[in-house]
């Protein structure tokens, strides 16, 4: 739904349920006032940080 709305344009999606995330071009993970890690949620997946972490939390929500 949100690709088919945002056609060529720039979408900023703010949201602490990473699921949707996964299917995103870039994340941007914010913590302590600043971005601390961007990238793939493949590449964030690959280092240890903050977004795996979060992920991992809700993992069980997104997988079945």
């Known amino acids: 739904m949100i690709y088919r709305l945002a056609g060529d344009r720039t979408v900023i999606f703010i949201s602490h349920r990473l699921g949707f995330a996964r299917w995103t071009e870039r994340i941007l993970v914010f913590g302590n006032g600043g971005i601390v890690k961007q990238g793939s949620h ?20 997104y997988e079945t």
């Open 42 to 61: 493949e590449e964030l997946m690959g280092k240890d940080g903050l977004y795996r972490q979060m992920y991992a939390l809700q993992q069980e929500w």
